[in-house]
């Protein structure tokens, strides 16, 4: 029986789908926002970051605005006027 191996996106490609920088997107790996992992050898000066597909729509709906509804206005009511004299 095979086993579903999730896909792993870059950084740009992240970027890439939400239409933002490159910079960005690292910049919320950094900051713990986006939960990706460095694949880089610890001697490594360099990273390379992987972004799982389950972990970018985790980010995506933790970011995701709830939409709400403003109530709506009151209907006209005519009022007796009362003329005092």
Known sequence: MATQ?????TPPQVAERLRVSREKVIGWILAGELKGCNLAA???S???YRVSEEDLTVFLDSRSAAVSVKPGRRPFQKTKRRFYQ
Do not use: A, I, M
């Open 5 to 9: 191996v999730s896909e792993f996106l």
């Open 42 to 44: 610890k001697s490594s």
């Open 46 to 48: 360099r990273p390379r």
